[in-house]
């Protein structure tokens, strides 16, 4: 009887330390993605009603913080896209989408010789969800909308 006593504690006990157990190794398996495509317009975004719009490929995306400290960069691709992946235990979601943005400071002379030579484009973020990837927890984040500043 003892022993049945003392296996059917030791049982409790490992059922309810399990979620302890799972959301202390939670966060390790985290990710923030930011994820976006870089239009060659005036705004950097796709043109209305979704007209095919010229990618703007080989442009440096920054990341920046507060008085525009550059975070993390990445570099679009030949059609555009561009992936910023971050830690959730070095940046607070929150903070990210209050205090953050993405510059692009290439001019868009680059891509289209027709557009401003000098100016920046510059999109805070947006978070559009949450995503499982098996035991990965993506959270997603896209421009909210890029605009150009002629003075930045």
């Known amino acids: 009887m003892a022993l049945k006593s003392l296996l059917f504690f030791s049982l409790l006990v490992a059922v309810a330390?399990?979620?302890?157990?799972?959301?202390?190794?939670?966060?390790?398996?985290?990710?923030?993605s930011i994820q976006g495509n870089l239009f060659?317009?005036?705004?950097?975004?796709?043109?209305?009603n979704g007209t095919a719009t010229p990618v703007f490929p080989n442009a440096p995306v920054q990341l920046q913080c507060g008085a525009g400290n550059v975070i993390s960069s990445a570099t679009t691709n030949s059609a555009g896209l561009f992936s910023i992946l971050l830690d959730?235990?070095?940046?607070?979601?929150?903070?990210?989408l209050t205090n953050c943005n993405?510059?692009?400071?290439?001019?868009?002379?680059?891509?289209?010789?027709?557009?401003?030579s000098s100016g920046a484009l510059l999109s805070p973020l947006r978070l559009i969800g949450n995503t499982l990837q098996g035991p990965l927890h993506i959270t997603n984040i896209i421009p909210a909308d890029f605009v150009f500043l002629p003075h930045l």
């Open 17 to 32: 330390a399990a979620p302890v157990a799972e959301a202390q190794l939670g966060s390790i398996f985290e990710l923030i």
């Open 40 to 48: 060659c317009t005036a705004n950097g975004n796709m043109g209305v």
């Open 88 to 96: 959730p235990l070095q940046f607070f979601l929150s903070s990210l």
């Open 102 to 116: 993405l510059v692009v400071n290439t001019p868009l002379s680059t891509c289209n010789s027709g557009l401003p």
